[in-house]
C-alpha cells in the first residue's frame, strides 16, 4: 500500500490540516498575469550543458531514466501537455500501469496535510492543467504553478513529489532553460494557499534558474 494512504497510528484523522481546499482557492485566484510581467522582465541566461547533465542526473537517479525520457520527449512536441501525458509519466515513475487520479482522500504523516477527493475534482484539475499549461505565461510561471498544483492536490496515489520536479522539468526542457537542482526545491518550506509563499517560489525558481544559466 502506497505510504501516503498508510494508516498513522500516533496520529488520528482530525489532527491533519487541508492543504488541498487553501491551495485551490489560492491558485485560482493568484495574479499570476502581474507576476507574469516581472518574470519576463528578468533576463534568464540560457542554459549550460554542464551543469544541466549534473542535475539531469540526479533527476534521472530521483525518478528514473524511462520518466525523464518521457518529459523531454512530451517537451519537445509542439502541443501543451495534458493531464494523460502526467498519468502516463507517473506510470513510468511508479513502474505500474493504468495510473489516474486518486479515488480518495490523500494524508502525508511528515507534514501533517490532508489532501481532501470530492466529487469533481478529477475533472476539476484536468480542466486546470489543460489551461495553465496552454495560457500564455512565461514558462517560470507555468513551472511554479504546476509544482504547486502537484504539491497540493496531490492527484496520484503515490510519487506525487517525483511528479511535481518532472513536470517542473519539463518547461525547463519546454523553454530550453537550465534545470534546477530538485533536492533545493523540495527544501522548500511550502505553506498551502498563502499567497506570499507561492510567489516567493515563483522568484524562488527565478534564482535557482538565473543561478544555474550563468
Not at 101 to 129: D, I, M, Q, S, W
Request: overall charge positive; aromatic content about 12%; some cysteine.
Amino acid at each position: 500500500m502506497p505510504l501516503l494512504f498508510k494508516k498513522v497510528s500516533n496520529v488520528r484523522q482530525w489532527q491533519y490540516v487541508d492543504a488541498l481546499i487553501p491551495h485551490l482557492a489560492t491558485t485560482l485566484e493568484m495574479p499570476w498575469e502581474s507576476m507574469s510581467l516581472d518574470v519576463a522582465n528578468r533576463e534568464v541566461a540560457p542554459s549550460i550543458a554542464e551543469i544541466n547533465t549534473i542535475h539531469e542526473s540526479l533527476l534521472v537517479r530521483r525518478c528514473g531514466l524511462s520518466a525523464v525520457e518521457q518529459i523531454k520527449s512530451i517537451a519537445a512536441l509542439t502541443r501543451p501537455a495534458t493531464f494523460q501525458d502526467l498519468c502516463q509519466v507517473q506510470q513510468a515513475v511508479l513502474g505500474i500501469d493504468n495510473v489516474a487520479f486518486r479515488a480518495t482522500n490523500a494524508f502525508t504523516p511528515c507534514r501533517h496535510e490532508r489532501y481532501a477527493y470530492f466529487a469533481g475534482l478529477p475533472e476539476l484539475f484536468a480542466r486546470k492543467v489543460a489551461a495553465d499549461l496552454a495560457d500564455s505565461c512565461p514558462a517560470i510561471i507555468k513551472a511554479a504553478r504546476v509544482y504547486l498544483d502537484i504539491i497540493f492536490v496531490h492527484p496520484f496515489p503515490d510519487g506525487n513529489a517525483r511528479a511535481a520536479i518532472l513536470w517542473l522539468s519539463y518547461f525547463c526542457y519546454r523553454a530550453r532553460l537550465p534545470l534546477p537542482d530538485y533536492r533545493r526545491l523540495f527544501a522548500f518550506p511550502f505553506v498551502s494557499g498563502s499567497r506570499r509563499c507561492y510567489s516567493a517560489f515563483v522568484e524562488f525558481i527565478v534564482e535557482e534558474i538565473e543561478k544555474h544559466g550563468r
